[in-house]
């Protein structure tokens, strides 16, 4: 008897199928009706903590992001917003971070050492005033935000010539405000931003309103067929779609007996090199009865909800499932350790998802408490 892809897919998938739709029935709640602004705003002000520094600015530029993006205001929607603001910052437009001023200098000396530039030149670089009047160096051991590191990278990059021969002329601070949200997203998303803004996008990502409008954006602004918000969750730390992905690969490492870092990333992006994912699947090529042209095409797609609708995606699950004997997750929590200079312990992925869902889920329990 041939092998058939459809008697496969009969198979494996047509009871989970019904199973799924069975589930969703089950789990999903109604759609709210249209709601005011009013009564949007207010019931942020319930679950802003009470102690929150300006809860009605908070709340109308939380309204102002969702309105604008047109992203409903649930409030499952809202409780993941106040969740990860409050992890990232407490409510903070621009959250001090400790020790910065040692973590700056430290972050200098470690790329002057990698460019062999000697110290005594960063030193000197270092000991010139500023455009404030005060040297670099003055400024860096009073600096106690990412907002005013970033203000000082910035002239250093433009007044200095070694800050250029540094950074490369790029600022080295990849994130800020109060949901910590990535400012290279940020400048890429940023052809609707609804504030007139007098400075770059990177100033407006410290503040407030800019802030939450890119995190937001980065949160919520893109649709994923995750059965909880956990998954989101870790997607806003280690990007778009990365627990779909990393249940791909888990799916695929299954199939084809190869470990795999389920990290979510599924090319090496900027390269020719193909990455392990990449080689797994072409492992499965024939299997797969898919070209590697095909197959590169597919995971290209693995930056968008078009991924699950791929021939790849749908037979590297029909075979797990099928080897499984049950459906395996389509969601998982990719297992990334988070690296930056800020992190002084060893953290994940996943600890940062499930600190997030612990306090959305306290966010749903006053919000159900009224």
Not at 5 to 25: F, H, K
Not at 62 to 84: D, G, K, S
Not at 179 to 201: K, L, N, T
Request: hydrophobic share 40%.
């Amino acid at each position: 008897m041939s092998f058939s892809w459809e008697r496969l897919r009969r198979c494996t998938l047509g009871p989970l199928a019904v199973l799924l739709v069975l589930a969703g029935c089950g789990t999903q709640r109604p759609q709210p009706l249209e709601r005011s602004p009013d009564e949007v705003r207010a019931e942020l002000l319930r679950l802003l903590p009470g102690q929150t520094a300006d809860r009605q600015g908070w709340a109308t530029d939380i309204y102002v992001a969702f309105a604008t993006q047109h992203i409903a205001p649930t409030t499952e929607n809202l409780c993941a917003v106040l969740a990860v603001a409050e992890q990232e910052s407490t409510f903070q437009s621009d959250p001090q971070v400790p020790g910065l001023a040692k973590i700056a200098r430290a972050e200098i000396d470690r790329r002057a050492a990698a460019l062999h530039i000697p110290n005594f030149l960063v030193g000197t670089a270092l000991r010139l005033d500023s455009p404030t009047g005060k040297t670099y160096s003055q400024r860096l051991s009073k600096v106690r935000s990412e907002r005013e590191l970033s203000a000082i990278f910035d002239d250093f990059i433009g007044m200095v010539p070694m800050g250029g021969q540094l950074f490369g002329g790029l600022n080295p601070v990849h994130t800020g405000g109060p949901m910590q949200v990535s400012i290279a997203f940020a400048e890429a998303h940023a052809q609707d931003y609804p504030y007139p803004r007098d400075g770059s996008i990177r100033q407006e990502v410290f503040s407030r309103r800019g802030g939450l409008y890119f995190g937001i954006a980065h949160l919520l602004g893109y649709p994923a067929n995750y059965p909880q918000p956990l998954y989101r969750f870790a997607d806003f730390n280690a990007g778009w779609y990365a627990s779909r992905n990393a249940a791909f690969q888990h799916a695929l490492s299954r199939v084809s007996g190869i470990p795999l870092a389920l990290d979510g990333d599924l090319v090496v992006h900027g390269s020719s090199r193909l990455g392990q994912t990449e080689l797994a699947v072409r492992a499965l090529g024939q299997r797969l009865d898919m070209s590697h042209g095909a197959i590169r095409r597919a995971l290209l797609q693995g930056d968008s909800l078009e991924f699950e609708d791929s021939k790849l995606y749908a037979r590297v699950f029909a075979l797990a499932d099928a080897n499984e004997r049950k459906p395996l997750p389509r969601a998982m929590l990719p297992g990334i350790t988070l690296k930056s200079p800020k992190i002084t312990r060893k953290l994940t992925t996943a600890w940062f998802a499930q600190r997030v869902d612990e306090r959305w889920q306290r966010c749903m329990t006053r919000a159900a408490k009224g």
